[in-house]
């Protein structure tokens, strides 16, 4: 091929490229600002996207982690940062969604503080069991028979108080009549080390957290917490098949920025995302952890966010729970 066929190639593959992705590259670095400590799953999702957007949406592209206080740190950065497009936070639908219901006050409003960008993943929960409950427990019948006749012993894990992970199990509870005591811990790890060594016997956890330990037999997933089965776990049934028809909880893993940048720009992030999400690659290594590419146009996560937020209130509101007395 000479020059000019090149050429002639190059300008033929703009014109069919979507609008969103033929922009010039925002000049400076953007950084992707995360609300956990490196190394979790949330890297798998960010590092590959830093990379992969590097000098097609900003001449460089970092990630930045800022945990601390539920991820409200990472939000209220990115919160104060210009609305230029160059700082963007990537963080559990939760901490928009569940913390205005939760928290009696917050340093944020989600609806006036951020533009929701794109879910990138799904976290899907585990009610998951180990060498604390007898080995014959099978499923949540089981489980809550178990409970009732060990009543001392009917206490179940979660990774934070206040997480969606925690109102999963308050949702069992209630739905069930079997009275069930929450142990929250410090993140997922000291959860995971707890339940595999049967200092608590069950527990509500992030699914790709757990999923090595199912599929090698050390613990065992009584149930899904999604409306569907997992990918991941294709024999282990839901919540809702297991007759708690009201017990559904999840997250996603999001991006947002902060308001007030420019539409353009969050529909051409939103774009190169999508895109950038469906290589094989990237698709192949968060597949090993229990995830999944699952992206939505800026308008459609909007729309999911509000009808979370509205859930979300409801059931705190029946739970009477409240996060600054935990």
């Known amino acids: 091929m000479d020059r000019r066929q090149f050429l002639a190639a190059a300008a033929a593959s703009a014109a069919v490229a ?4 033929r922009a010039q590259a925002l000049p400076g670095s953007a950084f992707i600002i995360t609300a956990f400590p490196p190394g979790g799953a949330g890297d798998l999702v960010a590092r590959p996207l830093a990379e992969r957007l590097r000098g097609r949406y900003a001449s460089n592209v970092l990630v930045d982690a800022k945990p601390g206080a539920g991820g409200r740190i990472a939000i209220d950065f990115v919160k104060r940062a210009a609305p230029d ?62 409970a009732k ?45 707890d339940v595999l060594g049967g200092q608590v016997p069950v527990s509500f956890n992030v699914l790709g957290e757990v999923l090595p330990h199912v599929r090698s037999g050390k613990l065992r997933s009584l149930a899904v917490t999604t409306a569907r ?61 229990g995830l999944r590419p699952l992206t939505q146009s800026p308008e459609e996560f909007a729309q999911l966010l509000r009808t979370d937020a509205a859930r979300w209130a409801s059931v705190v509101k029946a739970t009477g729970f409240s996060a600054d007395e935990a």
């Open 18 to 21: 979507p609008p969103g992705l």
């Open 85 to 146: 497009g160059l700082t963007i936070l990537q963080i559990p639908t939760g901490t928009m969604t569940l913390y205005p219901s939760t928290y009696r006050k917050l340093n944020y409003d989600p609806f006036a503080d951020f533009t929701p960008v794109t879910t990138t993943v799904p976290y899907d929960f585990s009610f998951t069991a180990g060498s604390g409950l007898p080995a014959e427990v099978r499923t949540v019948a089981d489980y809550l028979q178990w």
């Open 149 to 193: 006749a060990n009543p001392r012993q009917a206490n179940y894990g979660v990774p934070s108080a206040g997480s969606a992970l925690h109102f999963a199990g308050m949702m069992l509870s209630r739905a069930s009549g079997v009275p069930l005591q929450s142990i929250a811990y410090k993140g997922g790890s000291p959860l995971l080390n």
């Open 229 to 289: 089965r997992s990918p991941f776990l294709p024999d282990v049934p839901t919540l809702v098949e297991q007759g708690f028809p009201d017990v559904v909880a999840s997250e996603y893993l999001a991006w947002f920025v902060p308001a007030r940048t420019p539409a353009d720009t969050v529909r051409r992030l939103n774009a190169l995302v999508r895109e950038s999400l469906q290589d094989a690659t990237h698709v192949e290594s968060m597949a090993k952890v």
